[in-house]
């Protein structure tokens, strides 16, 4: 037989110091590689690629052995290398919670990627206070779409010192002064969704794209206030789900012209230079005295109030923001709340119309705390009083929570439990879904009660199981945000609109799509109603 591989064999051990010490001095190991050698010399070019196939496959059987540990997951790859790889490009609610249920600590392997899951409050709470251990995992075209100095990439001190520049723009009275240019969307959307409706006719239609419309043109609106055009905010709008797609766990990590990851880039460009715009705009107002009504003005008064102040929490904004970085720091807040604020949107109008006795309590509550006149303008002393309305929007989140998981990375070998380390460069992903379904702590966790969380209540105590925004150092940056918009927003759509839900069997059936979401998109229909007489308008 004559073949390359003989060629390259020969040629490597002509006249090498193996052949000569294999003479001179056989030794057992010597002797051993040479014999290797000389199989391999009588091997064709397809005996030695299936071989370093059978070697690569019994590798990756025995890497995925030696990781998974004692933990729950297949006993072995079902799928050599590949593994769960197709599943995990369609997930299934029931699939997660299968797995969720398989142990505390459980495992997949896909490709070279070593992913542990864990279910419960305890496990999932450690992993998400251990920085020194883990860090959030981020696809690896993010960095190319969000760019690579963006704040969000940064780790440790250096994340904890940034962050705390942003909690400024979102305390409650921060918050307050986005509050009147809000309620103006919210009006013109109550008159968008009734004409669509009425459009159609009072038929039942999808709205899942209407949610995400309304609750991007909110987030636009609170974070660039006037200074973001409606025809800026609509195309936004309408183009932000090609970065969510772009930025897919499953995606591929160049950018190619004309594939999603291309388009998502071009996206968030198009959407960072509008940002980089309003970012001057809102330094220009607040050098001339002007009020901030939007976080972006709120960033720059902090800064311009920074230079006459010595105090620890104005020494962080002494140094000047540039326009590029408050743009890229405002496209990761809309990154962050774009799907998980539509998801709660899309959950909290179907489950309030279908329970009109929920609903007829919302409403009572609104006309109360407004003291019956519809004259009064959203404000925080308003909202903090909604308490119904409150817990109606706790229960939601804690019903459906938008995110179900939170995918971190492991730095270095994480002893997550007294019995598994999980290995350097794995895949850890705390849950946060069974922690809010905890039957001793909410009872008949599967059902809708908004009074379990009247104040003092096992479930509103129970502060360590309240996972829906995280905790730790990456806990979520707009909970706060998140309660008092979506309070006001219930509270207003519940007095001038009457909405209603068509149930189907998809209805309360969970779909995964970066969050989660009604199976059927959700149907509805909106009419006008007034809000003292509860008359309802065609
Ligand atoms: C219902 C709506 C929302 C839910 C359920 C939600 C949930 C979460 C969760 C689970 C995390 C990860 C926390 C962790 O790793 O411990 C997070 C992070 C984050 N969220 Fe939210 N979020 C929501 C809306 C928002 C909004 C409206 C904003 C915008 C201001 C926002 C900004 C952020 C940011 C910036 C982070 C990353 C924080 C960091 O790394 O320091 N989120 N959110």
Redesign the pocket.
């Known amino acids: 037989m004559s073949s390359v591989a003989e060629n390259i064999i020969q040629h490597a051990t002509h006249n090498s110091t193996l052949h000569q010490l294999a003479k001179d001095q056989p030794s057992v190991g010597v002797t051993t590689a040479f014999s290797i050698l000389d199989t391999l010399k009588s091997m064709s070019y397809l005996k030695i690629f299936a071989t370093l196939i059978c070697i690569l496959l019994v590798w990756d059987q025995v890497a995925y052995q030696i990781k998974k540990g004692s933990i729950a997951g297949p006993k072995f790859k079902f799928w050599p290398i590949i593994g769960p790889f197709l599943e995990s490009l369609d997930p299934k609610f029931e699939e997660y919670k299968a797995k969720w249920a398989s142990g505390p600590l459980s495992c997949v392997s896909i490709f070279h990627k070593f992913v542990v899951i864990a279910s419960t409050r305890d496990l999932a709470r450690k992993i998400?206070q251990s920085s020194k251990f883990v860090k959030?995992c981020v696809v690896d075209v993010a960095v190319k779409i969000l760019r690579p100095c963006n704040w969000?990439f940064l780790d440790g001190k250096a994340?904890t010192d940034y962050?705390k520049s942003l909690n400024g723009l979102?305390t409650k009275q921060a918050l307050a002064q986005y509050l009147p240019s809000l309620e103006q969307i919210m009006d013109k959307y109550m008159d968008k969704f009734v004409r669509l409706s009425k459009e159609n006719n009072y038929e039942p239609q999808v709205f899942f794209h209407e949610m995400r419309e309304i609750l991007c043109a909110l987030?636009l609106n609170s974070f660039c206030g006037n200074y973001i055009t409606e025809d800026q905010v609509r195309k936004i709008a309408d183009d932000y789900y090609l970065v969510t797609a772009a930025l897919e766990l499953v995606n591929f990590p160049i950018i190619i012209p004309y594939t999603k990851t291309w388009y998502g880039k071009k996206t968030a460009d198009m959407a960072m230079k509008i940002f980089e715009n309003c970012a001057q705009m809102a330094k220009d107002h607040i050098a001339a005295g002007g009020k901030p009504v939007c976080v972006m003005d709120a960033w720059c008064k902090l800064m311009h109030d920074a230079k006459n102040s010595n105090d620890d929490d104005s020494r962080i904004y002494h140094r000047e923001f540039t326009n590029k970085e408050i743009s890229e720091a405002v496209f990761?807040?809309l990154f962050?709340?774009q799907d998980?604020?539509s998801s709660?949107a899309c959950w909290l109008f179907q489950i309030v119309a279908d329970r009109p006795d929920v609903l007829a309590k919302i409403r009572e509550e609104q006309l109360a705390v407004r003291n019956n006149d519809m004259s009064t303008e959203l404000n925080l002393d308003l909202i903090e009083k909604m308490k119904y309305t409150n817990m109606v929007i706790k229960e939601t989140?804690r019903y459906r929570?938008?995110?179900l998981m939170?995918p971190y990375v492991v730095k270095k070998n994480f002893p997550v439990s007294p019995n598994y380390t999980a290995p350097k460069g794995a895949m850890l992903i705390p849950t946060?879904y069974p922690a809010l379904h905890d039957p001793e702590v909410y009872e008949n966790p599967d059902e809708f009660i908004p009074e379990r969380w009247v104040e003092g209540s096992k479930a509103s105590e129970a502060k360590k199981n309240w996972l829906?925004?995280?905790?730790?150092?990456?806990?979520?940056?707009?909970q706060t945000?998140?309660m008092i918009t979506f309070a006001a927003l219930l509270g207003k759509f519940a007095l001038y609109t009457d909405f209603h839900h068509t149930v189907t069997p998809l209805s309360e059936k969970i779909k995964v799509f970066a969050t989660i979401f009604p199976k059927d998109d959700l149907l509805l229909t909106f009419k006008k109603r007034d809000p003292i007489t509860g008359e309802v308008f065609e």
């Open positions: 998400l959030p969000v994340h962050r979102f987030s990761t807040f962050a709340s998980a604020s709660l989140l929570p938008p995110v939170v946060l829906v925004f995280g905790c730790g150092p990456h806990v979520c940056l707009g945000y998140v």
